[in-house]
C-alpha cells in the first residue's frame, strides 16, 4: 500500500522553503569546498587558533586541539547535510521531522539567535579592523572617545555600521549572490593568509624562531584547560552542523555535499589554525608579546598605504564570506519558517541583520578568555542537544527517510504532527541536558560565586554532555512514548530516485 499523500498548508511553505527542483542542484564538490574556505578563513577562527597560544598552549597543541574539534563536528556536518542533499529541503523544514512541524520553530529560532549573535560580531570585527587601519590623522579625536554607558566611540559605532550596510547589499542579491560571493572570494583569501605567513617568517627568521614559543601550562594545567578549548572548538562550527542542509539542498549529488565537506572543512580549517597559531607564536619574537587579534596585528605589520589597502580589502572579503553564509542563511531561513507568508529570504536577512545590532556585539567579543570560556561554549551548550536530537531522529529511528510532502503539511495523521504539532519527546530531551550545564554557565560569566566542581566540568564540556546526552534521552522517550512513525515513500523529486 502506497505512503498517504498529504497536501502542503500555505503556513509552511513558499518558494524559499520548498524542496530545490533538479536544475536548481548545480553545487559542485569544488564549490562546496569553496564554501568551506570563505567560512574558515575568517578573524573569529584565527582568533580562536591564536587564543590558545595566547593561553598558554603550544602551537603544536593548538594545532592538536583545533584539528581534533574539527573531525568530531565533521560527523554531524555529514550526518545533517546528507538530508539537504538527499531531499533538496532546508533546515528549518528538516528540523520538522524530530520536533514537529510547530515544534521545528523552536529549534530554529534558537539556531537563529545564535547566528544573529554572531553576525553582530563578525560586523563589528569588520568595521573595527577597517577603523584600525585608517591613519590615526583622519580620526577627530572628539569622536574617538568611549562612550562609557554603552561601551564604544561614536567613530566605532560609525564603522560598524558602516560594514552593516555593506553586508545587507550583498545580502539583498540573495542565495545566487551569496554563492558567487563565496566562489571568488576563496582563492583571493588563500592568497591573503599565505602572504600573512610568509611575513611572519620573514620577520621571525623562520619556522624554528616562529615556532619557538613553548607551552607555560603544567600537565594538570594543560587537561583543565584543553577540554574546554576543545568544546569551544566543536562549538564555532555546531551552527553550520545544524543549518548545512540550507547549502548542501544545492548539492549536484550526495558525492558533492560529501566530499566537497570532507575536504573543504577540515583541512581548510586545520591549514588556517596553523597560519593563527604560528603568527600568534611569532609575534612573541617580533613584538615581545602575543597578539592572538589579528585586527591588532594588521596596524602593526606596515603603515605602507597600499599594504592597508590590501588588509582592507582582505579583512572585508574575510568577514562577508563568513558572515553572510554562515550567520545570515540560517536565521533568515528560521524567520521565513516563522511565517512563511509574509517573509521571504530577503526580509528575513534584514531582519537577522537588525537582530544583530540588537546583541550589542562590542560587548559580546572582549578578551580571550571571554570570547572561548563565555560565548564559544555556551552558544555550544544550546546548539549541542539540537543537533543530538536531530541525528538520532534521522538515522536511528528513521534510517534517513522522510516523506517530504507531510513536511509541509499540518494534517493531523502525518507523521510529524506528533502533539498538535509539537514533538514533545524531542523538547524534554532538548530541556533537561541545557538545564544541567546552565549552572556552570551562570558561574563562567559571574552570576553565580561558587558551584560545585562537576558542574564546572560539564560545562567545560557542553557541547559533548548535552549532544550526546540529548541524543539517548530523546531515543529511550520515542522508545517509551510510542515508536516514532516511519515515512514510506520518497519524495519524487529526489537524487536517487528513478528518472
Known amino acids: 500500500m502506497g505512503a498517504m499523500e498529504f497536501e502542503p498548508d500555505t503556513g509552511l511553505t513558499n518558494d524559499d522553503l520548498k524542496p530545490t527542483m533538479r536544475d536548481q542542484r548545480t553545487l559542485t564538490g569544488w564549490e562546496m569546498a569553496s564554501l568551506w574556505v570563505g567560512i574558515v578563513i575568517g578573524v573569529p577562527n584565527y582568533y580562536l587558533a591564536g587564543s590558545l597560544v595566547e593561553l598558554g598552549m603550544s602551537w603544536w597543541e593548538g594545532m592538536l586541539t583545533v584539528t581534533l574539534g574539527n573531525l568530531i563536528i565533521l560527523f554531524p556536518l555529514l550526518s545533517t547535510g546528507h538530508a539537504g542533499a538527499e531531499y533538496g529541503i532546508p533546515y528549518p523544514v528538516f528540523v520538522r521531522a524530530s520536533f514537529g512541524v510547530r515544534g521545528a520553530h523552536i529549534a530554529t529560532v534558537i539556531r537563529g539567535l545564535v547566528a544573529c549573535g554572531w553576525f553582530g560580531i563578525e560586523t563589528w570585527i569588520g568595521g573595527q579592523a577597517i577603523l584600525l587601519l585608517v591613519p590615526d590623522s583622519l580620526k577627530p579625536a572628539s569622536l574617538s572617545r568611549t562612550i562609557s554607558w554603552l561601551d564604544a566611540s561614536l567613530l566605532q559605532l560609525a564603522f560598524f555600521f558602516l560594514f552593516w550596510i555593506l553586508q545587507v547589499v550583498v545580502i539583498w542579491k540573495g542565495m545566487d549572490g551569496v554563492r558567487r560571493l563565496q566562489k571568488y572570494s576563496a582563492p583571493i583569501l588563500i592568497i591573503l593568509a599565505i602572504l600573512l605567513l610568509v611575513w611572519a617568517y620573514v620577520r621571525a627568521g ?70 593563527g597559531l604560528a603568527v600568534t607564536s611569532s609575534t612573541q619574537v617580533i613584538f615581545g608579546e602575543t597578539i592572538s587579534n589579528p585586527i591588532l596585528l594588521l596596524p602593526m605589520i606596515s603603515t605602507s598605504v597600499p599594504i592597508i589597502l590590501i588588509s582592507i580589502v ?6 562577508l564570506t563568513t558572515n553572510v553564509a554562515a550567520n545570515v542563511v540560517a536565521p533568515a531561513n528560521a524567520i521565513v519558517n516563522l511565517n512563511p507568508a509574509r517573509f521571504g529570504f530577503r526580509g528575513g536577512a534584514l531582519v537577522t541583520a537588525v537582530i544583530g545590532i540588537l546583541f550589542q556585539p562590542w560587548r559580546l567579543y572582549g578578551s580571550s578568555e571571554t570570547y572561548v570560556d563565555t560565548w564559544l561554549v555556551g552558544c555550544s551548550a544550546l546548539l549541542g542537544p539540537v543537533a543530538g536530537i536531530v541525528v538520532v531522529d534521522y538515522w536511528v529511528l528513521r534510517r534517513g527517510v522522510l516523506d517530504v510532502g507531510a513536511l509541509y503539511s499540518m494534517n493531523p495523521v502525518s507523521p510529524y504532527w506528533y502533539f498538535r504539532g509539537f514533538n514533545l519527546a524531542a523538547i524534554a530531551a532538548m530541556v533537561v541536558p541545557v538545564l544541567v550545564v546552565i549552572p556552570g554557565f551562570l558561574y563562567e560569566v559571574g552570576i553565580l560565586n561558587s558551584v560545585p566542581a562537576v558542574l564546572v566540568g560539564i560545562y567545560d564540556v557542553a557541547w559533548f554532555i548535552t549532544f550526546f546526552s540529548a541524543g539517548a534521552l530523546y531515543w529511550i522517550l520515542s522508545s517509551l512514548w510510542g515508536r516514532t512513525k516511519m515515512a514510506q515513500v520518497h519524495d519524487p523529486l529526489l537524487l536517487n530516485s528513478s528518472p
Do not use: H, K, N
Open 314 to 319: 582582505g579583512i572585508t572579503l574575510a568577514v
Open 206 to 275: 623562520g619556522f624554528g624562531s616562529m615556532l619557538s614559543t613553548e607551552s607555560t601550562l603544567t600537565p594538570s594545567e594543560f587537561w583543565r584547560l584543553f577540554f574546554p578549548c576543545l568544546t569551544a572548538c566543536v562549538g564555532t562550527w555546531s551552527t553550520m552542523a545544524l543549518s548545512i542542509p540550507d547549502f548542501t539542498r544545492f548539492a549536484r549529488s550526495q558525492g558533492d555535499q560529501a566530499l566537497g565537506q570532507a575536504i573543504g572543512m577540515p583541512l581548510s580549517s586545520a591549514a588556517y589554525a596553523f597560519i
